[in-house]
Structures are given as C-alpha cells and as structure tokens.
C-alpha cells in the first residue's frame, strides 16, 4: 500500500510538472492594417492585452509569394507599430503584413494578417504646403508637396489653388507641380483674400484634402 501511494504522489508530481511545461496561447492582435500617407506605409495593430512585457514581431510579403520575411527592426518591439515603407516601396505590388505577441518566457499568440495593401491605390496624399508672398503686383503663390516621395511617385502631378474673394466668390487656378509659382493679380487693394491649395494626381483620379486656410491683405 506504501509503493502504491508513492507512486500515485510521483505520478502526481510528474503531470504538474508536464503541465507547467506547456505554453499558454495568447490572443493575437487585433485590426491589423496599413495606415499609409504620402507613400510611408506604417502597419498598425491592437495588442490583445495591455499588459506591458507583451513583444511583437512583424514579418511581410509580397502578394503571390510563398515566404514571409522578418522586418528589420519590428522583431520582440513594445509598439503596436511598424514602419514597412523600405520593404512596400514598389508601387506597382501589392502586400500583406503580419503580426504576432509574446510574452516571455514562452506564451505567444497567433499571426494575425493584414488586408492586402498597395501603396499606388492605398496611400492618401496630404495636403500641400501652401506659401504666400505680398508683392505690389498681386498675391504670389508657392506650393510644394509635404514629403517629396508623391513628386517621385508621380510624373503628372498638379495643385488646385482656390482664392477666396471678400465678396465670397470662389475662383480656382490650376497650377503644374514644376511650376514655380503662380501670381494672382487684379486684386483689389487693401483687401482680405484667403487661398486653399489642394494636390491632384490625374491618372488616378486622386486628389488630397484642401490645405488649411491662409489669409492675407493685399498692398
């Protein structure tokens, strides 16, 4: 009877010990997706928890392609977030990126998958940058892109230039990216007249929100 109960205590040690031994799945993230502007492609994801030892990994790939390939840099990260924009730089692909937690020592979750993305059709194209100068012949008028990549990435690029007048009349000029500036004349002087600029891409029928408003008095 001492041999059996000796030997049901060390069984019972034995499936504990087992057991301890198993890792514990965690829940993948969540809402895994490309938040792409101006062609800088940033995976974003929700982690499963808050706890703060949870470590992310990232791997991507082309659509089509069989292997998966580890990003540089967004291997055991603490951020739900990962710049991909080296990696998804060819416009005419597409891609997937895919994420997975872990914590230490052995619990880890598993790939959770983004939609698949491409930067041509899926990046949004921010606003220009809007710059005025007050000469004795009218307004003159510089735009330029936020970040060069849109210029690179487009050949036909062009910016709407929207001139409010103090009557509330709107008028709209056209303006080639490679344009070095537009001057507005015929104004009336001593006046207040406000401008919005807004990028264009034809070829895609895309176009960026309007910048913010800017004013000015005229001479």
Known sequence: MTDLLLGAVLLGNLCVRVTAQVP???????????????????????PPTNRSSLQFY?????????QWLDVDGCQGIKKPQCDLSVVTSDPREWYYA??????????????ALSPRFSPRWDTKISSPV?????????????????RQMVRKMHSIL?????????????????????????????????????LQAQTLIPLQAKSSARSPVKCVTTL
């Not at 990232?58 to 069989?66: D, S, T």
């Not at 005025?132 to 936020?146: A, D, S």
């Not at 103090?166 to 000029?173: V, W």
């Open 158 to 194: 062009h910016y709407e230039i929207y001139l409010l007048h103090p009557s509330g009349q709107e008028e709209a000029f056209r303006l080639n990216c490679c344009s070095n500036k537009l001057t507005l004349k015929k104004l009336t002087h001593k006046d207040k007249y406000c």
């Open 130 to 146: 809007l710059r005025l100068n007050l000469t004795e012949q009218g307004i003159v008028v510089r735009v330029k892109p936020p």
């Open 58 to 66: 990232v791997q991507w790939k082309i659509y089509g392609e069989p």
């Open 98 to 111: 895919r994420v997975h937690a872990s914590s230490l020592p052995s619990s880890k979750s598993a790939w």
């Open 24 to 46: 514990v799945m965690l829940a993948p993230p969540t809402q895994v997706r490309f938040d792409s502007v101006d062609y800088k492609n940033i995976v974003n994801w929700t």
